[in-house]
């Protein structure tokens, strides 16, 4: 089982960016997803989560901005960021908790960067 985040890159503050997180391997089914962002210096943090069920939870600094959805047909989660800010610029990775056919974990893709210029 992979998980693969891409779709970063460099935006304008106040600009638009949408991340993606593609699965592959062999998954029976997927639970909570999450995308989480380090900082230049800082810790990772939490951005937001959603459920199987499309239930999702935001960082107050990203709450009212950015949006977390998911295809379970495609087993694909997204993060559309929208007015975005200088402070949003991190490395974003994404993470899914998986059942596949013979393991169930929390399995993390690669990061892919997001930087916004003033």
């Known amino acids: 089982v992979q998980l693969q985040a891409f779709g970063g890159g460099l935006a304008q503050a106040g600009g638009f960016l949408r991340l993606s997180c593609a699965t592959s391997g062999s998954i029976l089914s997927i639970n909570d997803m999450g995308w989480y962002r380090r900082a230049p210096g800082k810790e990772r943090e939490l951005v937001g989560s959603?459920?199987?069920?499309?239930?999702?939870n935001y960082a107050d600094s990203v709450k009212g901005r950015f949006t977390i959805f998911r295809v379970n047909a495609k087993n694909t989660m997204y993060l559309e960021m929208n007015s975005l800010k200088p402070e949003d610029t991190a490395v974003y990775y994404c993470?899914?908790?998986?059942?596949?056919?013979?393991?169930?974990?929390?399995?993390w893709g690669q990061g892919t960067l997001v930087t916004v210029s003033s």
């Open positions: 993470n899914a908790d998986i059942q596949s056919y013979d393991y169930k974990g929390v399995y």
């Open positions: 959603i459920t199987r069920a499309g239930s999702t």
